[in-house]
């Protein structure tokens, strides 16, 4: 008999995506096993579940697959509808909130991975450039949210919240580690 609402992630400790989910999954409070891959030496599953990335997290919800965090958070919201909610009902909002997740990974991971692996005036630029893109943000995500900013509110935990708040996950780690 097949096994309901069996969720397993494929995650490794130090990486911000997987915390995305484990947050995700934890808010809703759906039981998952987790399974740390060490991307050294990838399992023959972890490929088997993300040929096309071979990257972690990988979610398998009763033995189907889903990768990318981002698609994976919509995924988690998606399927377990009760809250709390990540994203809100009005398409354009989620679009916009989609948006900026999306902004947010594609320019903040890079420009805090230029940060970490750069020294002197080299990674001066790196901060400075890493301030500007986060002026664009914060002015952009005020724009789109007049009304309240749908991240760090100090209320609710939502979809922005987890995308951006994961960056600090590992800060202890590579505090120590440089
Ligand atoms: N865009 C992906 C990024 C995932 C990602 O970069 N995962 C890293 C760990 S932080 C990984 O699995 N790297 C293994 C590799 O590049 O081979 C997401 O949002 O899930």
Sequence with gaps: MEKQNEVVVFGTWSSGYCKRVEIALALKGIPYEYKEEDLTNKSESLLYYNPVHKKVPVLVHNGKS???????????????????????????????LRFWANFYDQNFMASTTQIIMSRGEERERAVKDFGEVLKVFEDGVKKDFPA?????????????????????????????AW
Excluded at 151 to 175: M, Q, R, S
Aim: proline share 7%.
């Design 148 to 176: 309240e900013f749908p991240c760090f509110d100090g209320k609710n935990l939502g979809f922005l919240d987890i995308v951006v708040g994961t960056i600090a996950c590992n800060y202890e780690a590579f505090h120590e």
């Design 66 to 96: 889903i990768a990318e965090s981002l698609v994976i958070l919509e995924y988690i919201d998606d399927c377990w509808k009760h809250a709390p909610k990540l994203l809100p009902e009005d398409p354009y909002l989620r679009a916009k």
